[in-house]
């Protein structure tokens, strides 16, 4: 089955920016969806972006216009560049992969983002 492993987390002031990385392994179907989860404590998990294989990307309300997800299909990866980050992004950061009409079905184990002055 597919691996996820997010790298890229840490400690940022507001305003300042990041980037995530997520390298799939295992068998990746050619169409596969991935995309970006965060969850804060005491809140639900959120969808934050996702691209397809195509290159079509879709984000979260609270994200568009300071996100950007991209990915490489010649390293396996996924990449969440953050920019003019608010204290309210901070949360676990989830990569995950999906197909066009089933569940997110692969999961990493998360990366830490801490936006504080």
């Known amino acids: 089955q597919v691996k996820l492993v997010e790298s890229g987390g840490g400690l940022v002031q507001p305003g300042g920016s990041l980037r995530l990385s997520c390298v799939a392994s295992?068998?990746?179907?050619?169409?596969?969806?991935m995309g970006w989860y965060r969850q804060a404590p005491g809140k639900e998990r959120e969808l934050v972006a996702s691209?397809?294989?195509?290159?079509?990307?879709n984000y979260g309300d609270s994200v568009k216009g300071r996100f950007t997800i991209s990915r490489d299909d010649a390293k396996n990866t996924v990449y969440l560049q953050m920019n003019s980050l608010k204290p309210d992004d901070t949360a676990v950061y989830y990569c995950?992969?999906?197909?066009?009409?089933?569940?997110?079905?692969?999961w990493g184990q998360g990366t830490q983002v801490t936006v504080s002055s």
């Open positions: 295992g068998s990746v179907g050619s169409r596969v969806i």
């Open positions: 995950a992969t999906k197909t066009l009409y089933g569940p997110w079905s692969s």
């Open positions: 691209i397809t294989s195509d290159g079509s990307a």
